[in-house]
């Protein structure tokens, strides 16, 4: 195939010949794919962003605890305050057989935490090992609790990533360190990056510190109480259908009416990654029209620039024409003059905006762990690119049937 590089220097001289009207119609075009890449980049690298709030955490997951209740109920007012405990565990392990996982959780109102001079608010959170398969840890240094951890109430503990950035700000290892809290030394058996900031219980994200529950029972002297219950349902159920069977088996144990939603709260994490599903479907079809709708006025402005530009040459035209020209050779003089300019000022703005976008991922890494890849994939820089191209055609093809149109008789007599 030979590549006719007199067709390439004539284009080249027609669109520099106007430099600022090449300019300003290629720069609709450029911020068009711009805004477009720009934003199907953005708008991944955001859902990572929201979803990391609830990263690790089951999706068939339901929490539970007690509120005031806010019906009467066999003698008792409303507004009665209760607690659950430990036999509401075994109670719902026998009698909902669809539920996995059953993890009782307790909270203190919070402490300081200390090693060496330094010092950190954290939340303190009592746990059964198997709570790790409902809020699955990224564990950075260490382990997690296990069931000798329980069976033995060992002083050890879990921090999360703002403990240890506060508390070691040299960086390094610190299992087999003890901090202090509430006076009382603990020994750090591992630190968890788990950053479920969207659902954490007792204490801000990155603060949590985790301790066995039956250490914590003792320490803190809560006997038997249970502040929270996590449970998970069996694969293929759906927690909202288990949701009044878990009332019922809890109210019934503490004189709760089960139908008392107030009373006996049922957090299932479902409806959230739910709502969250619908969020995203809503921001995906509002960046597809925001970027396309940007694309097309861009072409249209292609269009039109190419239209006045075939008109100042109606006479150049209508002297290709006589000289042999066929209307083939002048369709295709136009539209690969439309191709060129959409495609390099296309190009240009993929260019630009994949550079945006790396800005952003560089901005959003810590400790070498990217925390959101705002990156477009190959595909999708692609499906850009051809879009452009079949733009270029689009936009060229009015122009060029004005220019085929054009006869060298009339062409002669335009001034």
């Given at each position: 195939?030979?590549?006719?590089?007199?067709?390439?220097?004539?284009?080249l001289?027609?669109?520099?010949r106007?430099?600022s009207?090449?300019?300003?119609?290629?720069f609709?075009?450029?911020?068009?794919?711009?805004?477009?890449?720009?934003?199907?980049g953005g708008?991944?690298?955001?859902?990572?962003?929201?979803?990391?709030?609830?990263?690790?955490?089951?999706?068939?997951?339901?929490?539970?605890?007690?509120q005031?209740?806010?019906?009467?109920?066999?003698?008792?007012?409303?507004?009665?305050?209760?607690?659950?405990d430990?036999?509401?565990?075994?109670?719902?392990?026998?009698?909902?057989?669809?539920?996995?996982?059953?993890?009782?959780?307790?909270?203190?109102?919070?402490?300081?935490?200390?090693?060496?001079?330094?010092?950190?608010?954290?939340?303190?959170?009592?746990?059964?090992?198997?709570?790790?398969?409902?809020?699955?840890?990224?564990m950075?240094?260490?382990?997690?609790?296990n069931?000798?951890d329980?069976?033995?109430?060992?002083?050890?503990?879990?921090?999360?990533?703002k403990?240890?950035?506060?508390?070691?700000?040299?960086?390094?290892?610190?299992?087999g360190k003890?901090?202090?809290?509430?006076?009382?030394?603990?020994?750090?058996?591992?630190?968890?990056?788990?950053?479920s900031?969207?659902?954490?219980?007792?204490?801000?994200?990155?603060?949590?510190?985790?301790?066995?529950i039956?250490?914590?029972?003792?320490?803190?002297?809560?006997?038997?109480?249970?502040?929270?219950?996590?449970?998970?349902?069996?694969?293929?159920?759906?927690?909202?259908t288990?949701?009044?069977?878990?009332?019922?088996?809890?109210g019934r144990?503490?004189?709760?009416?089960?139908?008392?939603?107030?009373?006996?709260?049922?957090?299932?994490?479902?409806?959230?990654?739910?709502?969250?599903?619908?969020?995203?479907?809503?921001?995906n079809?509002?960046?597809?029209?925001?970027?396309?709708?940007?694309?097309?006025?861009?072409?249209?402005?292609?269009?039109?620039?190419?239209?006045?530009?075939?008109?100042?040459?109606?006479i150049e035209?209508?002297?290709?024409?006589?000289?042999?020209?066929?209307?083939?050779?002048?369709?295709?003089?136009?539209?690969?003059?439309?191709?060129?300019?959409?495609?390099?000022?296309?190009?240009?703005?993929?260019?630009?905006?994949?550079?945006?976008?790396?800005?952003?991922?560089?901005?959003?890494?810590?400790?070498?762990?990217?925390?959101?890849?705002?990156?477009?994939?190959?595909?999708?820089?692609?499906?850009?690119?051809?879009?452009?191209?079949v733009?270029?055609?689009?936009?060229?093809?009015?122009?060029?049937?004005r220019?085929?149109?054009?006869?060298?008789?009339?062409?002669?007599?335009?001034?």
């Amino acid at each position: 195939m030979r590549i006719d590089l007199d067709n390439y220097r004539e284009i080249l001289d027609t669109l520099t010949r106007n430099k600022s009207r090449s300019f300003l119609t290629g720069f609709g075009v450029f911020w068009g794919v711009f805004m477009l890449v720009a934003l199907i980049g953005g708008g991944q690298g955001l859902k990572e962003l929201l979803n990391q709030n609830f990263e690790g955490f089951a999706t068939n997951s339901a929490m539970v605890w007690a509120q005031p209740t806010s019906k009467a109920y066999k003698g008792f007012r409303k507004g009665r305050y209760w607690h659950m405990d430990y036999k509401d565990v075994d109670k719902l392990k026998r009698r909902i057989p669809e539920l996995d996982v059953v993890s009782p959780m307790l909270f203190s109102n919070g402490g300081t935490a200390y090693y060496g001079d330094r010092k950190t608010s954290v939340g303190v959170n009592g746990v059964l090992p198997a709570y790790q398969h409902i809020n699955s840890p990224k564990m950075f240094y260490g382990r997690y609790l296990n069931e000798m951890d329980v069976a033995q109430h060992r002083k050890v503990c879990v921090i999360g990533k703002k403990t240890y950035k506060d508390l070691f700000p040299g960086g390094g290892d610190p299992c087999g360190k003890f901090i202090r809290v509430d006076s009382i030394y603990y020994q750090i058996v591992g630190v968890d990056y788990n950053v479920s900031g969207g659902i954490s219980f007792g204490s801000e994200a990155g603060t949590t510190m985790l301790l066995p529950i039956t250490l914590m029972q003792q320490t803190y002297n809560r006997g038997n109480q249970v502040d929270m219950i996590a449970v998970t349902g069996r694969p293929g159920v759906v927690m909202s259908t288990l949701a009044p069977r878990i009332r019922e088996t809890i109210g019934r144990a503490h004189l709760v009416d089960a139908t008392d939603e107030q009373g006996i709260m049922v957090f299932n994490t479902e409806v959230l990654f739910q709502l969250l599903d619908s969020l995203f479907k809503g921001v995906n079809f509002l960046i597809w029209l925001v970027g396309l709708g940007t694309l097309l006025a861009g072409a249209i402005g292609v269009s039109n620039i190419m239209m006045v530009t075939v008109r100042e040459r109606t006479i150049e035209i209508g002297i290709r024409r006589a000289i042999g020209a066929t209307p083939r050779m002048i369709l295709s003089q136009i539209i690969s003059e439309s191709i060129v300019l959409t495609m390099v000022a296309g190009m240009s703005g993929i260019l630009f905006a994949v550079l945006i976008l790396q800005m952003l991922e560089m901005g959003n890494t810590e400790d070498g762990i990217v925390a959101a890849h705002f990156q477009v994939g190959f595909w999708t820089a692609l499906s850009a690119a051809f879009a452009i191209a079949v733009m270029g055609v689009l936009a060229g093809l009015a122009p060029a049937a004005r220019a085929m149109s054009i006869k060298p008789v009339d062409a002669m007599r335009d001034e």
